[in-house]
Structure formats: structure tokens, C-alpha cells
């Protein structure tokens, strides 16, 4: 089956939501079919899947998370992009990520007829909240009508979490009968062994966004918790954009912005992973899949998509605080023998989450519209 995948994004920028869409497209291509992408004029070339970019604009070039109101009129020109080649592409169906890509695949599918599926990470109006971009009043109003037309103009839905399931479900009843998980996993590649080093014990890493939405505020008022009582500590921070002026009074290796692709060799020079994204959040979280696949003992709060993931292979913070996740960090470089034995539960239940598996179910769904 030929898929149209709709991602407005400056696609690939290493980011949570663009190694969702890598993955997804190669699991597809793996399996035997083929997808055409269409993005931003920004971002890299990656992956086995046709790539089509809509028209540059040389005054746009924000490659990070978050609203803009440029991306009005980066939309239209996206839809025009789309409307003026699709007929040569022979897809069979729209795969849009984001509400803002069911958005433009909605205009798409009154020019085609195609079935229209979206794949949400997160709720839209949750994720504007969590960027402070909306206040009581119009925009809030606005933005909530919206995303209640998107979720009921699809053929379907695929949620990357539990917790937008329940969320929705409990919002609209009616969108169960057309609404699934579709989780986040790991694509099978060579293993990484763990280097042989002392300071792999003491050493805790992070990668993500560094926004206030991603968890990190809490992770910084941790971080100086956590030297308090274990001084040797070293503490790794992978992601962008990277706070200005640093903290230079702690024990912090800024690296920004990584390849995903050579994410392993950071993650392999460790052995306590975190993950500190608020336990309010309707986003799943694909880098602690990644954390588990490298046998790292992982620290996050306790949300349902958290517990559900990491099930008795990893340490939950049962309250929002930065004490909370300090307490359980510190727990973990106290405890040597258990830290390695939980890194090695998770690195096994890990392989339960492969993409190559967690693909047929899109694929089902796929069947079932065209």
C-alpha cells in the first residue's frame, strides 16, 4: 500500500516528534509499503521514504518545538504542495501527524477522496498550554473548537499514549469506535555495549527538548539536590535549545543538539537515565524506549503512559516535584547492584515495543479504510 504521510514540521531535526515519524516510515517500508512524505522546507534527508518539501522560505527558519504564527501561511503553502502533486503519487490513504497535518490532510481529502487517519502525540490545546501560548478568552476558545472539528472530521485515530486515550474518551465518548494506541517503539538495530568504567555509575543523562513543557525546569532544581548528597555525580544533557547563561556551578555536561542517529554512543556512556516530562502531559515518550534498549536504569514521574512503558523496570516519582525525581536519582547512584539489575530489566522488556510489531496495527486500520 502506497501511504501520503502528512508531517507539518521541519522535518528531521531530531526531535521526539520527528523520530516517531522515522520510525513509523521505516516499520512501513519494512514491511512492504512504500510512503511519500510531505514536510516543511526545513530539515535533513533521512530514511528510505520519498521525501517532498513544500516551497522555501527564506525567513523561516525555526527548527525547534512550539507555535508560530508563521505556520499559517507554511500550511497553505504545505496544502498547495500536496493538491499540486499528489495525482502522480497513486497513494491509497492519508496518514497525517499532528492536528495541525489532519488539518491540512482534511482540505487534501476534499480533492481526493482519500481516507484520512490522524496520529496524534499529544491533545492540541494541552500542548499550547504547556508553551503558554493560550490564556482564558478568545485564543483558548478558539483553539479548543478546534480541536474537537479535526478529531471528528477523521476516518481514524492513533494515539501515541494512554493517557490522550483516556482523555478523549472521556471528553467525546463517541471517538472510541474509531480510536486506538498506537505506541511509540524501537526499530531493531545493532546493539551497544555498555563501556567498562567506573563513572558510568555515577553518570546520569538526558535527552530532549530543554523546554519548560519537556520536564526540564524540574530536572535542573533536581540536579543540584542530587550533588548535594552524591558530589561525583556527572549529569549529561543532550537537546535544544540550550538555556542561556549557563549554570556553571554544577557538575553539567551541556552537549545540544546530537544526531539522532549517533545517540547511542551518549547513551551508552551512561547507566541512570531520566526523564522528567510533567505527569500531566497527553504526550508519549519515545526516548524511554531508547533509554531501556541501552540497559540504562530509568528515573520519570509516574504518569499512566510511564507506568504502563516501564511496568517494574524503572524508578517512578509518585509527586511533581523536583525532590521527588532528586529522591529517586539519588536512590539509584546509593544502590549500584540494583540500578544494574533494573537497566537490565528494562533493556529486556524493551524488546516487547518493536515497531516492526507495533506497525500492524496501523496497518489493520489501514485495510479496514481503503
Same mark, same amino acid.
Given at each position: ?12 531535526s ?6 516517531? &515519524?522515522?520510525?513509523e ?56 504542495? &500536496? ?5 502522480? +503519487?497513486?497513494?491509497?490513504?492519508? %496518514?497525517a501527524h ?11 481529502? !476534499? ?20 508553551y ?5 478568552g ?8 478546534i480541536?474537537?472539528?479535526?478529531? %471528528? ?10 493517557? #490522550? !486515550? ?10 472510541? +469506535? ?8 524501537? #526499530? ?8 567498562? $568504567?567506573?563513572?558510568?555509575a555515577?553518570?546520569? &543523562? ?12 524540574? !530536572? !535542573?532544581? *533536581? ?7 552524591? =558530589? ?8 535544544? =535549545?540550550?538555556? @542561556?547563561?549557563? =549554570?556553571?556551578?554544577l557538575?553539567?555536561?551541556?552537549v ?12 551508552? $556512556? ?6 522528567p ?12 524506549? @531508547?533509554?531501556?534498549a541501552?540497559?540504562?536504569?530509568v ?12 511496568? @517494574? *523496570? ?5 509527586? @511533581? ?13 546509593? %544502590?549500584?547492584?540494583?540500578?544494574? *539489575? ?11 515495543f518493536?515497531?516492526l ?14
Amino acid at each position: 500500500m502506497r501511504v501520503l504521510m502528512i508531517a507539518p514540521t521541519p522535518y528531521f531535526s531530531d526531535r521526539g516528534c520527528h523520530i516517531r &515519524i522515522y520510525n513509523e516510515i521505516e516499520a512501513l517500508q519494512t514491511t512492504g509499503h512504500s510512503v511519500v512524505l510531505y514536510t516543511y522546507h526545513l530539515g535533513r534527508q533521512v530514511g528510505s521514504a520519498t521525501i517532498q518539501r513544500s516551497v522555501a522560505i527564506p525567513w523561516y527558519n525555526k527548527t525547534t518545538a512550539g507555535p508560530s504564527w508563521h505556520k499559517l501561511y507554511l500550511d497553505v503553502l504545505l496544502w498547495w504542495k &500536496i493538491i499540486t502533486t499528489v495525482r502522480r +503519487e497513486h497513494v491509497q490513504l492519508i %496518514h497525517a501527524h499532528l492536528h495541525e497535518g489532519a488539518w491540512i490532510g482534511w482540505w487534501v481529502k !476534499l480533492f481526493t477522496g482519500l481516507p484520512l487517519i490522524l496520529d496524534a502525540q499529544g491533545s492540541l490545546v494541552a500542548e499550547l498550554d504547556s508553551y503558554g501560548w493560550l490564556q482564558a478568552g478568545w485564543r483558548r476558545r478558539w483553539f479548543v473548537m478546534i480541536e474537537r472539528w479535526i478529531v %471528528h472530521h477523521v476516518d481514524y485515530i492513533f494515539v501515541s499514549s494512554t493517557t #490522550l !486515550l483516556q482523555q478523549y474518551s472521556e471528553r467525546w465518548p463517541k471517538l472510541t +469506535e474509531k480510536m486506538t494506541v498506537l505506541a511509540d517503539g524501537i #526499530l531493531p538495530r545493532q546493539p551497544i555495549s555498555q563501556i567498562a $568504567n567506573s563513572a558510568l555509575a555515577r553518570t546520569v &543523562i538526558y535527552t530532549g527538548g530543554l523546554t519548560a513543557s519537556k520536564g526540564i525546569n524540574d !530536572l !535542573l532544581r *533536581a540536579i543540584p539536590l542530587v550533588v548535594e548528597k552524591i =558530589p561525583a555525580v556527572r549529569f549529561v544533557i543532550i537537546g535544544y =535549545p540550550v538555556p @542561556q547563561p549557563l =549554570p556553571t556551578n554544577l557538575p553539567i555536561d551541556w552537549v545540544g543538539q546530537v544526531d539522532y542517529f549517533t545517540l547511542s554512543r551518549y547513551l551508552a $556512556n551512561a547507566q541512570i537515565a531520566v526523564e522528567p516530562k510533567p505527569m500531566n502531559s497527553t504526550e508519549s515518550s519515545g526516548k524511554l524506549l @531508547q533509554y531501556m534498549a541501552h540497559g540504562l536504569a530509568v528515573v520519570a514521574f509516574s504518569s499512566s503512559h510511564n507506568a504502563a512503558t516501564l511496568g @517494574q *523496570a524503572g524508578l517512578l516519582a509518585t509527586t @511533581q516535584s523536583a525532590e521527588a525525581l532528586a529522591e529517586r536519582i539519588i536512590w539509584l547512584l546509593q %544502590h549500584p547492584e540494583q540500578t544494574t *539489575a533494573l537497566g537490565q530489566a528494562a533493556q529486556r522488556r524493551a524488546q516487547n515495543f518493536s515497531w516492526l510489531k507495533i506497525i500492524v496495527q496501523a496497518t489493520t486500520v489501514y485495510e479496514q479504510m481503503v
